[in-house]
């Protein structure tokens, strides 16, 4: 299912991009649609990496059961489990089929995310399969939903270990990849100032886009000091502003991120820059566009 969500998606976007394509062949059929596709392009890049992050986790997820606990691993991320902690094992079949309030992605196939289960509690789902076909791992605190491909193997493996009791005392706890754990994620300063200048560039390019077919074919597109034209072009060259915004913003994004975890500060700074960068290419435009 993962796999066929990416496929269409990426069919959609192979489909806009050609539409794309032709009307760079042909500028005077450059519209505000034209910015549309292109942004609907943009934003399923996003949900493309979300969806093959996703996928890729589905298809890594595994279980390790042995007499000191239950490892539950997936691409990037490990949680441990003490059997000592393990207070039961619910099967999900013995539920029926209750109302579950969830968070996160779902898909057939693919469980994972959180969710209020009515007699057990707040559960956390790493899982390949429905409630039904699941494992419930109740621990202090919440339950864990997992999907054991022998439920009642493993339930027989489970209750073996736990008579054996453990060799060696584990604790609970969850590893993730370095990459997963950065500040930046959760930074809400930096995601503000690169929504502005994100924002700020594409009203810029949805603007010229929506201007450009009632622009005459040749434009001044710069003045001298003494405000003479002394630079005539084509209208298609206005969309070297809001590009050449576009390039600064993803060098201010890379220098930014490499100084994020030295000096903060600077890549604020980086961000801010760029966002003002944006706003003066606006000013560009204004003075061109009649």
């Not at 991009?17 to 934003?43: D, K, Y």
């Not at 042995?66 to 207070?87: K, M």
Request: hydrophobic share 50%; charged share 15%.
């Amino acid at each position: 299912m993962g796999l066929l969500l990416i496929g269409a998606i990426l069919a959609l976007d192979l489909w806009l991009l050609h539409l794309l394509i032709v009307h760079s062949i042909r500028p005077q059929q450059i519209s505000f649609w034209t910015f549309l596709g292109a942004l609907v392009v943009s934003a399923s890049v996003p949900v493309l990496l979300m969806l093959i992050y996703q996928t890729t986790g589905c298809l890594t997820l595994r279980y390790y059961l042995d007499r000191n606990g239950i490892v539950v691993r997936w691409l990037g991320a490990e949680l441990t489990f003490p059997i000592g902690d393990i207070q039961r094992i619910v099967p999900g079949r013995q539920l029926g089929d209750p109302i579950v309030r969830r968070r996160g992605l779902r898909w057939p196939g693919h469980e994972r995310g959180m969710g209020m289960v009515p007699g057990i509690g707040q559960t956390q789902f790493l899982a390949t399969r429905p409630l039904t076909e699941q494992l419930l791992l109740i621990t202090p605190g919440q339950a864990t939903a997992i999907s054991p491909h022998d439920l009642q193997g493993f339930l027989n493996a489970f209750r073996a270990r736990q008579e054996l009791g453990p060799n060696r005392l584990l604790q609970e706890q969850v590893h993730r990849a370095p990459w997963l754990s950065w500040p930046f994620w959760t930074d809400q300063t930096a995601w503000i100032l690169l929504a502005a200048a994100a924002v700020i560039n594409l009203s810029l390019f949805a603007y010229l886009c929506a201007r450009f077919p009632g622009l005459d074919f040749q434009l001044t597109l710069h003045f001298d000091s003494l405000g003479q034209p002394d630079r005539i072009g084509t209208k298609i060259e206005l969309f070297a502003l809001p590009i050449i915004g576009l390039i600064i913003l993803g060098a201010n994004l890379g220098l930014g991120l490499l100084l994020y975890k030295r000096e903060r500060a600077g890549s604020y700074l980086l961000w801010g820059a760029a966002a003002a960068v944006q706003v003066l290419f606006w000013l560009a435009a204004f003075s061109i566009v009649p």
